[in-house]
């Protein structure tokens, strides 16, 4: 099983990442996926959900409005769409997959919102 996330950086404020992560070993499809983020010194926390077949999302809400979670199973790979970004955004960003009592984590890109 591999989570592989790619797309962090450095970026301004007010500006936009698209966070990707790529699955595999794993039926894809009949996974939630989320995204998690962890701060320097802070607890790790939900940032988005998605359900298996993306009929259902839902956010953390320091996130609402500006982060935007999809999924594509043909090409087992979940998106985390990230605008309006703010220093307070900067984070280890994770990606997870969960199935009742399976699951899994990536090894988490880096996302520095910074002038």
């Known amino acids: 099983v591999q989570l592989v996330e790619s797309g962090g950086g450095l970026v301004q404020p007010g500006g936009s990442l698209r966070l990707s992560c790529a699955a595999s070993?794993?039926?894809?499809?009949?996974?939630?996926m989320s995204w998690y983020r962890q701060a320097p010194g802070k607890e790790r926390e939900l940032v988005a959900r998605?359900?298996?077949?993306?009929?259902?999302?839902n956010y953390g809400d320091s996130v609402k409005g500006r982060f935007t979670i999809s999924r594509d199973n043909a090409k087992n790979t979940v998106y985390l769409q990230m605008n309006s970004l703010k220093p307070e955004d900067t984070g280890v960003y994770y990606c997870?997959?969960?199935?009742?009592?399976?699951?899994?984590w990536g090894q988490g890109t880096q996302v520095t919102v910074s002038s």
């Open positions: 997870y997959a969960r199935r009742w009592a399976y699951d899994y």
């Open positions: 070993g794993f039926t894809f499809s009949s996974y939630a």
């Open positions: 998605i359900t298996g077949a993306g009929g259902s999302t």
